[in-house]
């Protein structure tokens, strides 16, 4: 087994391509962006805007940019046209003693991938790189041509079967995603349990319809009320094409609803603390889309002052639904746990603050339905090819408001099937998981001999 570095294999010197000179002419572009597909671009001259090398097939390529997502890639030859490649790739041209693939699967291991995030410079996430000097001196054991190629048959039959796996993993998690927007469909359309109006008219009994469920909160408001100014008198939901709704229902705009719905405040940066502080900071990614906040991005904090002086607007508490009006992604809601006693929320979240005896369950169900989000969605505002909701939309938002035992027994079936989903999504994202760490495993395994020094 021959004792080799990378540098043996490295393009000491590439060529330079400046595609848009040639505007006519078809190229087979491997990019950045195409290697999750796998595919190159076959694009025109005229649509390439920045200098590119030029490479042949079996050529592997390395990407420089943000090495904690590896990313290696054997040039192939899909097309005729020439091929060419993003500054963005180290090359290693074909060789006599090296088979590419074998190459791009030593290139592609945990271990490497490791080695260049800690070699690399640069702020962080896309705008890290590696010099093509970083791997310059890393051994690689190199057996013969026969066994490179026997063991990257052995890796593709084994990866083979993790890709199949996963693909079936992947669509157990698109039909819990569909069967989750399938309940909140049906919950806030009142096809989950039965209707609060077949119950009363089975037992023959009256009950509180929607509407009178809407015009006693409408009266407990202004008791409620904790903006500064003047109380206002909410504008009622506009329904015009909307669907009807069960016996017993009404709309009701999210302002009718709630106390004064607003933003948060984003203190300056001194002030954020990442480790510690008296009062936690939630921002869009502390929310998710299933109610809960994220546990697995911590917030930020401030201090108490801060907390009292400066962050009065961005005051929640348990209860409080929040969802973020800047995406993407848009229309991510979580609730403010009792566990959380006070907490602030920056400028690209909402608060939504249900009026008793309201609480938080069905707006945030109804929030989290496809059908009401993509409505806000349409009417929100583009700003640089990015969708924003506004508070105004927000607050005349309708949803539609059963009798309120109806919400109780509704969030109850709710949360019983969505916490049997959350166990299965768990376990499918557990074997996920599994699946990555035996590719890694076999990847160990077939370059044991090939250990970083």
Same mark, same amino acid.
């Given at each position: 087994?021959?004792?080799?570095? %990378?540098?043996?294999?490295?393009?000491?010197?590439?060529?330079?391509?400046?595609?848009?000179?040639?505007?006519?002419?078809?190229?087979?572009?491997?990019?950045v962006?195409?290697?999750?597909?796998?595919?190159?671009?076959?694009?025109?001259?005229?649509?390439?805007?920045?200098?590119?090398?030029?490479?042949?097939? *079996?050529?592997?390529?390395l990407?420089?940019?943000?090495?904690?997502?590896?990313?290696?890639?054997?040039?192939?030859s899909?097309?005729?046209?020439?091929?060419?490649?993003?500054?963005?790739?180290?090359? /290693?041209?074909?060789?006599?003693?090296?088979?590419p693939?074998?190459?791009?699967?030593?290139?592609?291991?945990?271990?490497?991938?490791?080695?260049?995030?800690? *070699?690399?410079?640069?702020?962080?996430?896309?705008?890290?790189?590696?010099?093509?000097?970083?791997?310059?001196?890393?051994?690689?054991?190199?057996?013969?041509?026969?066994?490179?190629?026997?063991?990257?048959?052995?890796?593709?039959?084994?990866?083979?079967? %993790?890709?199949?796996?996963?693909?079936n993993?992947?669509?157990?998690?698109?039909?819990?995603?569909?069967?989750?927007?399938?309940? %909140?469909?049906?919950?806030?359309?009142?096809?989950?349990?039965?209707?609060?109006?077949?119950?009363?008219?089975?037992?023959?009994?009256?009950?509180?319809?929607?509407?009178?469920?809407?015009?006693?909160?409408?009266?407990?408001?202004?008791?409620q009320?904790?903006a500064?100014?003047?109380?206002?008198?909410?504008?009622?939901?506009?329904?015009?094409?909307?669907?009807?709704?069960?016996?017993?229902?009404?709309?009701?705009?999210?302002?009718?609803?709630?106390?004064?719905?607003?933003?948060?405040?984003?203190?300056?940066?001194?002030?954020?603390?990442?480790?510690?502080?008296?009062v936690?900071? %939630?921002?869009?990614?502390?929310?998710?889309?299933?109610?809960?906040?994220?546990?697995?991005?911590?917030?930020?904090?401030?201090?108490?002052?801060?907390?009292?002086?400066?962050?009065?607007?961005?005051?929640v508490?348990?209860?409080?639904?929040?969802?973020n009006?800047?995406?993407?992604?848009?229309?991510?809601?979580?609730?403010?746990?009792?566990?959380?006693?006070?907490?602030?929320?920056?400028?690209?979240?909402?608060?939504?603050?249900?009026?008793?005896?309201?609480? /938080?369950?069905?707006?945030?169900?109804?929030?989290?339905?496809?059908?009401?989000m993509?409505?806000?969605?349409?009417?929100?505002k583009?700003?640089?090819?990015?969708?924003?909701?506004?508070?105004?939309?927000?607050?005349?938002?309708?949803i539609?408001?059963?009798?309120?035992?109806?919400?109780?027994?509704?969030?109850?079936e709710?949360?019983?099937?969505?916490?049997?989903?959350?166990?299965?999504?768990?376990?499918?994202?557990? *074997?996920?998981?599994?699946?990555?760490?035996?590719?890694?495993?076999?990847?160990?395994?077939? /370059?044991?001999?090939?250990?970083?020094?």
């Amino acid at each position: 087994m021959r004792q080799a570095q %990378l540098g043996e294999f490295l393009a000491r010197k590439t060529r330079g391509i400046t595609p848009n000179k040639m505007p006519s002419e078809l190229f087979e572009l491997y990019s950045v962006p195409a290697f999750d597909r796998r595919v190159p671009e076959i694009v025109c001259g005229s649509e390439v805007g920045s200098n590119k090398q030029i490479v042949v097939p *079996n050529t592997v390529l390395l990407c420089k940019i943000n090495p904690r997502i590896n990313r290696a890639w054997v040039v192939g030859s899909v097309t005729n046209h020439q091929k060419i490649a993003s500054t963005e790739w180290i090359t /290693f041209p074909p060789h006599p003693d090296v088979e590419p693939k074998f190459l791009a699967n030593f290139l592609s291991q945990s271990k490497i991938r490791l080695y260049l995030a800690a *070699n690399a410079s640069g702020v962080g996430g896309s705008l890290t790189r590696v010099k093509a000097s970083t791997v310059e001196h890393l051994p690689l054991s190199l057996p013969s041509l026969a066994e490179q190629r026997r063991i990257v048959a052995e890796i593709e039959k084994q990866f083979s079967r %993790l890709d199949e796996a996963v693909a079936n993993l992947q669509r157990v998690k698109a039909n819990l995603k569909r069967y989750k927007a399938a309940v %909140l469909k049906a919950a806030v359309e009142g096809r989950l349990v039965e209707t609060e109006a077949s119950l009363a008219h089975r037992e023959g009994r009256s009950y509180e319809t929607g509407e009178q469920l809407l015009q006693r909160i409408l009266q407990e408001r202004p008791k409620q009320w904790t903006a500064r100014g003047r109380y206002s008198e909410p504008p009622p939901a506009v329904c015009d094409g909307l669907p009807l709704l069960p016996e017993g229902w009404t709309w009701a705009s999210i302002d009718q609803i709630s106390d004064f719905v607003t933003k948060g405040t984003t203190p300056a940066a001194q002030k954020l603390f990442d480790d510690s502080g008296d009062v936690q900071f %939630l921002k869009v990614y502390n929310l998710t889309f299933d109610g809960t906040l994220n546990h697995r991005h911590k917030p930020a904090f401030v201090s108490r002052e801060t907390h009292i002086e400066e962050l009065a607007r961005s005051k929640v508490r348990p209860g409080d639904v929040l969802i973020n009006i800047v995406g993407p992604p848009l229309g991510q809601v979580s609730v403010v746990p009792e566990l959380l006693a006070e907490a602030n929320i920056n400028q690209a979240i909402a608060r939504i603050r249900p009026i008793a005896p309201l609480g /938080f369950q069905f707006i945030a169900m109804a929030l989290m339905c496809d059908d009401v989000m993509r409505w806000a969605i349409r009417r929100g505002k583009t700003t640089a090819g990015q969708a924003n909701l506004t508070l105004e939309l927000i607050r005349g938002l309708p949803i539609p408001l059963p009798p309120l035992g109806e919400q109780i027994r509704v969030a109850a079936e709710v949360d019983r099937r969505l916490s049997i989903l959350r166990g299965v999504e768990a376990e499918v994202d557990a *074997n996920l998981q599994r699946a990555q760490r035996l590719r890694q495993s076999t990847m160990a395994k077939a /370059f044991a001999p090939n250990v970083l020094v």
